[in-house]
């Protein structure tokens, strides 16, 4: 399973954009992106998913190069309430179809007014 | 809500005790997965059961274990408890396959004192 690498931490305002990058460079070719937020005491929350390219839904926006060795999790225009802290995960299906998240020290957003 | 429950809450044990923690998958959902996070870092996989079977396991020692049930809910059971147990313990449930969402219970702090 390839291992993620990304920020301890990030500060940012109320109303800016927040850009927040995962390095992987031993993605396999099977390998998804995903993106999970996790607030004190709560379990992580799925915010987004990719295999390449540009994927984009109501709360993020996931940028992924041709290379797939890295990804940007894109957050616009921040609000308090997403002070949290930010997984990338990458992952696989096993043939035996057990896929198991694998999470890293994740990244803690700070979003200030 | 995602649909996953989990019981307790919270809970507080004695060294040397046995545990057994719940969960209800949310509906549709065949595949449980078990997560441990400690304070400060990020969930570190267990186990996973798919169709009532263990179907993948993490680096932890044979005094947990689990179930599934043939309606899917799920338990974790740890015995011989000890300090460094004490911990958020997550459920997450999905369909099998890495380019499905998991979806994560709230949790159950453990405290072993």
């Known amino acids: 399973l390839a291992k993620t690498t990304q920020p301890i931490s990030m500060d940012s305002y109320e109303g800016q954009e927040v850009n927040i990058t995962c390095s992987h460079n031993n993605i396999a070719t099977n390998d998804y992106i995903t993106w999970y937020q996790q607030f004190p005491s709560q379990g992580p929350r799925f915010i987004i998913q990719g295999y390449k390219t540009k994927v984009t839904n109501e709360v993020a926006s996931l940028f992924i190069p041709a290379d797939r060795k890295s990804s940007t999790l894109s957050l616009p225009r921040v609000s308090l309430s997403d002070t949290a802290v930010y997984y990338c995960?990458?992952?696989?299906?096993?043939?035996?179809?057990?896929?198991?998240?694998?999470f890293g020290s994740g990244t803690r957003l700070l979003v200030r007014p | 809500e995602t649909g996953v429950t989990q019981s307790p809450t919270h809970l507080i044990k004695t060294r040397g005790q046995q545990v057994t923690l719940r969960c209800s998958s949310q509906s549709g959902h065949n595949t449980v997965s078990w997560y441990q996070q400690a304070l400060g870092q990020g969930p570190q996989f267990i186990f996973q059961?798919?169709?009532?079977?263990?179907?993948g396991r993490g680096n932890f020692p044979p005094r947990f274990s689990g179930l599934q049930f043939p309606n899917y809910s799920s338990e974790l059971n740890v015995n011989a408890l000890e300090l460094d147990d004490s911990a958020l313990y997550l459920c997450?449930?999905?369909?099998?396959?890495?380019?499905?969402?998991?979806?994560f219970g709230q949790g159950t702090r453990l405290t072993v004192v």
């Open positions: 995960l990458v992952g696989r299906s096993l043939m035996d179809s057990s896929y198991k998240l694998i």
């Open positions: 059961y798919y169709r009532e079977e263990e179907n």
């Open positions: 997450a449930s999905s369909f099998p396959g890495g380019d499905t969402e998991a979806f």
